[in-house]
């Protein structure tokens, strides 16, 4: 894997990371500070840095005889304070349903005040600790899965890393969990580490554990390459400001993006791994030596070094290379009605949603009123749940499909708003230059700001610019 990183005799090996940039950079006092968990969290709060919230701490058996487990949220993430590799974590996502002392995770395993407490007696045990010394367990905030990152985690949190070397940020790379990595963002483990393009945030190559590059998200036609990391300048500005208030010369900054906060800090790395360079396919040693002996006179000076001397014009390598076309979240599509009529519309494009969604009125302008009157009389059935949904779906297309030309199928939705039985036609449309056939589903969309949204289903040509 190594002899494929260009320019491979610039490759950052584990000694002279060691000897050259973690021993004169990283203090033994800024690294017992990084190792710390919870003094790091408190340094980053000092200093306006975003964490997850700590909820509580337990430090010895006394208090954990005495911790009232039914004052936990219904989410949260079990921690050990000294942990390292990402062992000893455990992620909660919610109680279970009218059950006050069990909880659930992401694989849908049960946890139970007792498997907490033997859990957490290891922690105090040092079982997790980076030396097996006694250590502290906390709770803290679990961080809410970004929308965009949605189509591509599997049971866990993408994070962004990004090494930091004098004030300068040097490399990053995405990671995301997989199946193989069991909900982990680990590339020991199975994860996928995509490299990112420091001036624009688009992510470029993609590798699977340790040696597998790959192009399309396992099990899928989601391309890895060029998805834009949303809060790009906030994340390298956050990066910059924990080197500075941590005194850690060399850092690795783990970064999440939460749902409603945005960029959020998971941990400061004191000795951040190699696997990057492969991310990338780059050498840090490369990169390191650009940046030695720069005068970095602000946080916003370092991001702009970075996006000068690490950026390329990645859109247009990446439309060349994929023949795809790069798009927005948000893009003018075209409409071709039945009678040829062309109709300009704003479309969302939502790589969270399967099919192409398109709003009742403009699906009526467009010639799809006759379907609808046919579809408004027929006889949906009530109260069915999500076991017998295929059995419903089916029994309503032996019934209904032959009775309109335009009726391609009829689904059943399950969104946030509910439980909806919808038609589908086949709609035509344009976009940045494209021909799509696609079977939209049709939805009263009046109180919506877009009156379609693009699936990802008809998304196959193209990479989204986020």
């Known amino acids: 894997m190594l002899n494929l990183i260009k320019g491979s005799s610039e490759i950052l090996g584990m000694n002279a990371r060691n000897l050259i940039y973690i021993r004169p950079n990283n203090l033994q006092k800024a690294k017992r500070l990084a190792d710390n968990k919870l003094l790091s969290k408190r340094l980053l709060k000092k200093n306006g840095l975003p964490s997850s919230e700590l909820i509580a701490k337990i430090s010895s058996k006394t208090e954990l005889d005495n911790f009232d487990f039914s004052k936990l949220p219904n989410s949260f993430v079990l921690k050990p304070n000294l942990g390292f590799g990402g062992e000893g974590i455990m992620v909660v996502y919610g109680r279970k349903k009218n059950v006050t002392d069990v909880w659930v995770k992401s694989d849908r395993s049960k946890v139970t005040v007792d498997d907490l407490k033997a859990h957490i007696l290891n922690i105090l045990d040092g079982s997790f600790s980076r030396t097996n010394i006694p250590d502290v367990a906390f709770f803290e905030e679990r961080i809410k899965l970004s929308k965009v990152f949605k189509p591509y985690a599997y049971r866990g949190m993408p994070d962004v890393r990004v090494i930091v070397y004098n004030n300068v940020p040097v490399m990053a790379m995405l990671r995301l969990p997989t199946k193989e990595s069991d909900g982990r963002a680990n590339l020991q483990q199975g994860g996928i580490a995509c490299g990112i393009d420091m001036a624009s945030g688009i992510t470029t190559t993609a590798v699977q554990g340790k040696s597998k590059i790959i192009e399309y998200l396992p099990g899928s036609r989601l391309s890895l390459s060029g998805i834009r990391i949303p809060y790009w300048d906030k994340i390298l500005e956050m990066a910059v400001r924990a080197q500075q208030v941590s005194g850690l010369g060399y850092l690795g900054a783990d970064i999440a993006l939460d749902r409603d906060r945005g960029p959020v800090f998971l941990e400061l790395n004191a000795r951040p791994g190699l696997s990057i360079q492969v991310a990338n396919l780059d050498g840090l040693l490369g990169r390191l030596k650009r940046v030695e002996g720069l005068k970095v006179k602000s946080v916003n000076h370092g991001v702009k070094l970075a996006k000068n001397l690490f950026g390329g014009e990645i859109e247009e390598e990446i439309e060349e290379i994929s023949g795809k076309k790069i798009i927005g979240t948000v893009e003018k599509v075209k409409l071709v009605g039945k009678n040829n009529e062309e109709i300009e519309v704003e479309a969302k494009i939502d790589t969270g949603a399967y099919s192409t969604s398109i709003d009742a009125e403009l699906a009526r302008k467009l010639g799809f009123g006759e379907v609808l009157d046919y579809f408004s009389k027929i006889e949906i059935p009530q109260g069915f749940s999500r076991s017998n949904v295929k059995d419903i779906e089916a029994e309503l297309r032996k019934k209904y ?14 969104s946030s708003s509910g439980v909806t039985v919808r038609p589908k036609v086949e709609l035509v449309f344009y976009m940045d230059g494209e021909k ?13 700001k877009y009156p379609i949204i693009v699936g990802r289903k008809d998304l196959k040509r193209f990479l989204i610019q986020i």
């Open 401 to 414: 499909l032959a009775g309109n030309e335009d009726l391609k199928d009829i689904v059943v939705i399950y």
């Open 436 to 448: 799509v056939v696609s079977w939209a589903n049709i939805m009263e969309r009046t109180e919506l």
